[in-house]
C-alpha cells in the first residue's frame, strides 16, 4: 500500500507505442513485433535515444477533480454531491503509468537479416481500485457495511538488455526472435482480495485477506515495535508502521546486491505478405516480454487471521480555509488510506519469483492498389496481466510518401475507453526523428497548485513518445517489396 499512498500524494503519474506498428520508418518497430526490421541501421544516445511516458486511467479527472471557488477540489469535499461523483465510477477503477527509456541502442544490418541490441530501462506502476472503496471514503455511514475486495498495488522497474534478430525465410515471410536478460531494481505488490467493514459502534471493524511484498533497495518499513509507536486496541507489535517509513542510504550498497532481481525474456514474432491477388495484404502477429524475475531478499506482510478497528476519514477535510493544495489533498487520503490497512510483518530475506506482464499483437495491413504508399491497418493488442490487463483494437490510416517521411493517424477503442494517436517520423540518411502518441488530447485543467501544469480534464490518459537516432546506413527493407 506504500504505492497506493505515492500514486494518490501525487494524483496518479513498459506500455508499447500501438500507433507505430504500420509505420515503416519508425527505428523501433522491432518493439513491436521482432519479425520488422528497423528501414536504416542506427545508433541512440542516452536520453535523446527514445523515451516513451504514459499514463492511463478509466477514470477522469473530472471526476476525481472539481470547480471549487477560483480553482479545484478533490471529490472529498462536501460542496461535492456523493451521486455525483460515483455515478461517475465503475465497479473496479485502473491507473497506471509507465515509462520506458532507452539507455543505449545498436540497430545493424548483416547479409541475411537486421540485429538489434539495446540497454533501456523500464518502469511501471497500476492500482486497481473498487467502487466500494469510493463509496466508503465520500459516504461512510450511509451504509452499515462495505466490500472493499480486488484492491490492489503492482509496481516495477527494471532493466533490460535486449538482442534481437529478423531474418528474411522465403519470398513472403519475416521471421524474428528477441532475448532479454533483466535487472530487477524495485518491485512492490499489495493485493486484498477480500476486506469487509461493519460499523460498530462509533468505529468501523474491519477483516481482510491480503498479502503485501517489497524489494526495494534502502526501503525500511518498521513494525509497530520496531518504530515505538502507540500500540491500542486491536493492534499488535508485529502490524507494520506505515507512519515511519524510511530508506536507509547508509548501507544502500549492500541492501542494493541482496535485493536486486534477475531474470529473462523473449519475444517472438511473424509477418507474412501476400502475393497473387492478395497482393498489398500483409499479416503478422507477436508474443512480447514472455518471462520472469526472480527477486531477492525483501518484506513480506498479510493482514492475517484476527481483524482490526479503523475511525474512518474523519480527519480529512478539504473545506474553504483549510489551506490544502490538490496535492496535499491526495497526500492525506492517501495516509488515511494506509492507516486503514493492517499488515503483519511475515518476515524478511526471501525471495519472490513474479512473470513479466506479456503482450499478444496480432496485426493486419492492406496496401492502396492505386496508391502503395497508402496503406490501412487494423492492431488488436493484448496486455495479459491479471486485474490491470488491457485490451485494444487500434484502427491505423499510413501514408509514406517518401523513404525518408511517413505518418500515421490512429483510433483505438480498449477497455480503458476510445483515444485517437498518430506519429510523424522523419528517416534521413543522418539521422532519424519521431514524436507521437497513442492518446491526443485537448482538454486541460487550469495548472494544478503543487503540480505548475494542466492535465487532462475528460480522461487521465497521458502518451508521449519521442526519439532522435543517427543513421549509419542505406534504406533497406526485408525481402522485395517495393
Not at 193 to 204: F, G, I, P, S, T
Not at 210 to 228: D, H
Request: glycine fraction near 12%; aromatic fraction near 12%.
Amino acid at each position: 500500500m506504500v504505492l497506493l499512498g505515492i500514486m494518490l500524494s501525487v494524483s496518479a503519474f513498459a506500455q508499447n507505442f500501438n500507433s507505430a506498428y504500420f509505420a515503416d520508418g519508425y527505428k523501433y518497430r522491432h518493439r513491436l513485433n521482432p519479425a520488422f526490421a528497423s528501414t536504416r541501421g542506427y545508433f541512440g544516445l542516452p536520453g535523446i535515444g527514445g523515451t516513451s511516458v504514459y499514463v492511463q486511467s478509466d477514470l477522469g479527472v473530472s471526476t476525481l477533480l472539481y470547480p471549487y471557488g477560483d480553482g479545484l477540489t478533490t471529490f472529498m469535499n462536501a460542496s461535492v454531491s456523493a451521486d455525483e461523483f460515483l455515478g461517475k465510477l465503475k465497479k473496479n477503477n485502473y491507473i497506471g503509468a509507465d515509462l520506458s527509456t532507452n539507455i543505449i541502442s545498436v540497430g545493424a544490418w548483416g547479409k541475411k537479416g537486421f540485429t538489434s541490441v539495446e540497454l533501456n530501462l523500464k518502469a511501471s506502476a497500476y492500482a486497481n481500485l473498487p467502487y466500494d472503496l469510493f463509496d466508503f471514503m465520500k459516504n461512510a455511514g450511509a451504509r452499515q457495511s462495505y466490500d472493499i475486495s480486488n484492491l490492489g498495488v503492482r509496481t516495477n522497474a527494471y532493466m533490460e538488455l535486449a538482442i534481437g534478430h529478423s531474418h528474411n525465410i522465403t519470398e513472403h515471410l519475416n521471421i524474428g526472435a528477441k532475448v532479454k536478460l533483466l535487472v530487477g531494481l524495485a518491485n512492490a505488490r499489495a493485493q486484498i482480495d477480500n476486506m469487509n467493514l461493519v460499523m460498530n459502534e462509533d468505529r468501523w471493524a474491519v477483516t481482510a485477506d491480503g498479502s503485501l511484498y517489497a524489494s526495494v533497495p534502502g526501503l525500511e518499513i518498521p513494525t509497530r515495535a520496531e518504530s515505538g509507536a502507540e500500540i491500542t486496541g486491536s493492534q499488535s507489535p508485529d502490524d507494520l508502521d506505515f507512519n515511519n517509513i524510511g530508506f536507509d542510504t547508509d548501507n544502500l550498497l549492500s541492501d542494493l546486491s541482496s535485493s536486486l532481481g534477475f531474470g529473462a525474456a523473449i519475444d517472438l514474432g511473424a509477418e507474412y505478405r501476400f502475393g497473387g491477388i492478395l497482393e498489398g495484404l500483409n499479416v503478422s502477429a507477436a508474443i512480447l516480454d514472455l518471462g520472469f524475475i526472480s527477486w531477492g531478499s525483501g518484506i513480506r506482510a498479510s493482514t492475517g487471521e484476527n481483524g482490526w478497528e479503523f475511525d474512518g476519514f474523519d480527519n480529512v477535510s478539504f473545506e474553504e480555509g483549510s489551506d490544502q493544495t490538490i496535492g496535499n489533498q491526495f497526500e492525506s487520503m492517501g495516509d488515511e488510506l494506509l492507516n486503514m490497512m493492517n499488515f503483519h510483518k511475515d518476515g524478511s530475506g526471501k525471495g519472490n519469483t513474479e512473470m513479466l506482464s506479456c503482450t499478444l499483437n496480432l496485426g493486419a495491413e492492406y496496401e492502396m492498389p492505386f496508391y502503395r504508399k497508402m496503406s490501412v491497418g487494423f492492431l488488436y493488442s493484448s496486455r495479459i496481466a491479471g486485474p490491470y490487463s488491457k485490451n485494444e483494437g487500434r484502427f491505423s490510416l499510413n501514408l509514406t510518401p517518401a523513404k525518408w517521411f511517413g505518418l500515421s493517424a490512429s483510433y483505438g477503442i480498449s477497455n480503458l475507453g476510445s483515444s485517437l494517436g498518430g506519429i510523424i517520423n522523419f528517416d534521413l540518411p543522418g539521422f532519424g526523428l519521431f514524436v507521437g502518441t497513442d492518446y491526443a488530447f485537448w482538454n486541460v485543467t487550469p495548472p494544478i497548485d503543487g503540480l505548475g501544469i494542466g492535465v487532462p480534464y475528460n480522461k487521465l490518459r497521458l502518451n508521449l513518445n519521442f526519439g532522435l537516432t543517427f543513421n549509419i546506413s542505406r534504406y533497406r527493407t526485408l525481402g522485395d517489396w517495393r
